[in-house]
């Protein structure tokens, strides 16, 4: 059976990451299986964990009044859930739920800010990693909200 | 007789507009519709080529043929009611009549590219000057390499084609991804930009042909991330639109910078385009 250092080996997110931060880091982390419908975390709920998706998909939702919630990304195999555990004060700021079976590296966002503080070449690390994925969905988020689908610029 | 891909030229006398039925009126979304014409006599045309559509009392526009090349008796047009011509094609019913202008342009240059990987990536409406390469492929579908499909709308109601969306996803060899940018829960697909998953498509960049269709904004990021994902660019091919009105590079409504993108497009290679996208004066 693969322990929680072999499993995070195999995810993109470790790609070049030397062994005794790869061993640092595991600490923090667990498996974690979600079935369809299962939440990662819900909207206003404590940011305290982010996931690497080993296998399956993940909608990332608000809820909108009288129109229910709405899926405004959806995150597959490879990818990373999960960015409020980085900031204060580290509330969720949208429902992230399994659309499939899926499973996971769960993270204890308090033990990594933890041993990112301690070491800062781990922190730099962990920037390094978290820092592209997220530019690139700011990228999108842009694209999406030009409307570019919208009658004015079909 | 093999099937060729050259652009054809229309016929006689251009600018006149000849009386042709709708033989079939299909409705697609809450704003866009599909209608099928029946000119008198076929129309060969290229994927990629254009007619020119004209409501009687209205006005006249540009319409990408969306129907398959093999059958140029039937001209099947895909449109999105966006002004007083798109809307008063709306209305049309079965048996009525529109002025026909056509073909013209330059279509996608497909048949240049045996034995390549294709990647088609569609925003919106934009799917529907793709339809006649994608009937093309699955038609001559060994002659092809890879082949994957984006598309990308609004929300799921916004698709259009929908019966063959769902035949093209279970086509083997057939790579196709559908992201809306919004959904409700029952929507299982793709949420978000379109042009991210090309990341999901497998092909070789040394020898994929790219082939965009959609808003301008689209295409120039879709364009930069296939050359960031190594797609030489001038095997990109974009279809761009502007305000086509005679059809025939006479009028100069169209140009665009030294093009005329009636006559010398509306498919361009992404390498004549590149600084022309970036001139905000155009």
């Known amino acids: 059976m693969k322990d ?32 369809p419908g299962d939440y990662l975390f819900r909207e206003g709920g404590a940011a305290d964990s982010f996931y690497l998706l080993r296998h399956g998909a993940v909608a990332l939702e608000t809820f909108v009044p009288a129109r229910g919630p709405f899926t405004f990304l959806t ?21 992230a739920r399994a659309v499939e079976l899926t499973r996971a590296i769960a993270f204890d966002g308090k033990c990594l800010r933890g041993k990112c503080e301690a070491d800062p070449r781990v922190g730099y690390e962990m920037m390094k990693r978290f820092i592209p994925p997220l530019v690139k969905r700011l990228q999108s988020a842009r694209m999406q909200a030009l409307g570019m689908y919208d009658a004015a610029n079909a | 007789m093999p099937q060729t891909l050259e652009a054809r030229a229309p016929q006689l006398a251009p600018m006149v507009p000849r009386m042709t ?6 409705r697609e979304s809450d704003d866009v519709f599909t209608f099928d014409l029946a000119p008198e006599r076929a129309m060969p045309f290229a994927p990629g080529q254009f007619n020119m559509l004209y409501a009687f009392g209205v006005g006249e526009i540009p319409i990408s043929i969306s129907g398959d090349a093999k059958t140029p008796e039937r001209l099947t047009h895909t449109i999105r009611a966006v002004g007083p011509v798109s809307a008063a094609l709306g209305k049309l019913q079965t048996g009525d009549r529109v002025g026909l202008r056509g073909p013209f342009g330059v279509g996608w240059p497909i048949d240049a590219y045996r034995g390549f990987d294709v990647l088609l990536i569609a925003g919106g409406i934009g799917l529907a000057p793709l339809r006649p390469v994608i009937y093309w492929l699955l038609r001559h579908r060994a002659a092809y390499g890879r082949v994957g499909v984006l598309y990308g709308a609004r929300a799921p109601d916004d698709l259009i084609f929908h019966g063959e969306l769902d035949e093209w996803r279970r086509t083997p ?16 697909g793709d949420v978000g930009y379109v042009t991210p998953l090309l990341s999901k498509l497998r092909f070789d960049p040394a020898d994929t042909v790219a082939m965009i269709c959609g808003p301008e904004v689209m295409i ?25 009105k005679c059809a025939i590079g006479h009028c100069g409504h169209c140009q665009f910078g030294p093009l005329f993108i009636c006559k010398d497009g509306p498919v361009h290679s992404y390498d004549r385009l590149r600084n022309l996208l970036a001139c905000r004066e155009l």
């Open chain 1, 4 to 35: 929680i250092a072999d499993l995070l080996r195999h995810h993109p997110f470790a790609e070049g990451l030397d062994e005794d931060t790869l061993s640092l880091i595991a600490g923090c982390a667990r498996n974690v299986v979600l079935q």
């Open chain 1, 75 to 95: 995150v597959k195999t490879g990818e990373i859930v999960g960015a409020d555990w980085l900031i204060p004060p580290y509330r969720s700021s949208f429902d």
């Open chain 2, 21 to 26: 039925p709708v033989t079939r009126f299909i």
């Open chain 2, 173 to 188: 060899d057939f790579q196709l991804r559908v992201a809306v940018e919004r959904a409700g829960p029952e929507w299982t």
């Open chain 2, 220 to 244: 120039r990021a879709t364009a930069l991330a296939l050359e960031d994902a190594g797609v030489a660019d001038s095997r990109i091919f974009v279809s761009m639109e502007r305000n086509m």
